[in-house]
């Protein structure tokens, strides 16, 4: 979990309220990553970004938005949550796009419940 | 599109006891192969992964995994078991984009070693 943090750690909202998780990094990547992680599907890319104010869809995608003003910080946004949005969300990072010798790095994770 | 298939949900093995926890995959071109470790709580950590060259990876923690091309596999093993190795393991793979590799993870498997 080195030099990534996500807040709020857990959440608890109600459906129809908008929710935005924030996940900051001090390693100065340039790649971020937000998956979100349910049981039996393992973990799937949701949005991701490869650069300010470079982003892009990832699998599930569909009732999520991203926004990324600087290198460090990349937020994610419900905005309308629905109770299939709840998950434990991870963000990522990495310096290269994913590839032969590319890791990525991972926060600690957000567990969000909409009830 | 690249995949890979985690067949296990669960693996038990007593500790001392040689551990494998397996993983196959489906892919065009060369695969870039990844294992990934996730503790309770935390988010996921890089254990190793195949690029090219000798079919037997090592990794951290003591972790190995043998990339097979004939059948496939990518099989994460480990000559003896610790309990401290409980956790959830993901199997990744690289896919192939231009300008939108991605890492697509497996649902994983869960690894429960008994003293």
């Known amino acids: 979990d080195a030099g990534i943090t996500q807040s709020p750690r857990h959440k608890v909202t109600e459906t129809g309220t908008p929710v935005t998780l924030r996940c900051h990094q001090t390693?100065?990547?340039?790649?971020m990553y937000w998956y979100r992680q349910d049981p039996g599907h393992g973990l799937r890319l949701i949005h991701y970004?490869?650069?300010?104010?470079?982003?892009d869809k990832g699998e599930v995608s569909d009732g999520y938005s991203v926004s990324r003003s600087k290198t460090e910080d990349f937020l994610l946004t419900l905005e309308s949550a629905t109770s299939s949005q709840t998950s434990v969300y991870f963000c990522?990072?990495?310096?290269?796009?994913?590839?032969?010798?590319?890791?990525?790095?991972f926060g600690p994770g957000t567990r969000l419940t909409v009830l | 599109a690249q995949s890979v298939a985690q067949p296990e949900d669960q693996v038990n093995v007593a500790e001392g006891n040689p551990l494998t926890v397996k993983c196959t995959y489906s892919?065009?071109?060369?695969?870039?192969l990844f294992w990934y470790v996730q503790y309770p709580n935390r988010g996921l950590q890089f254990l190793l992964k195949?690029?090219?060259?000798?079919?037997l990876v090592k990794g951290s923690y003591g972790f190995e995994a043998e990339f097979n091309k004939s059948q496939t596999s990518f099989h994460l093993k480990k000559p003896s078991a610790l309990v401290s190795d409980s956790a959830l393991y993901f199997c990744?793979?690289?896919?192939?984009?231009?300008?939108?590799?991605?890492?697509?993870f497996g649902t994983g498997t869960l690894l429960a070693v008994q003293p």
């Open positions: 990522a990072i990495s310096e290269r796009l994913a590839g032969a010798d590319n890791e990525q790095f």
């Open positions: 390693e100065n990547h340039r790649y």
């Open positions: 970004s490869y650069g300010v104010k470079d982003t």
């Open positions: 892919v065009s071109g060369n695969p870039y």
């Open positions: 195949y690029i090219t060259g000798d079919n």
């Open positions: 990744a793979v690289v896919n192939y984009g231009g300008a939108t590799n991605k890492l697509i």
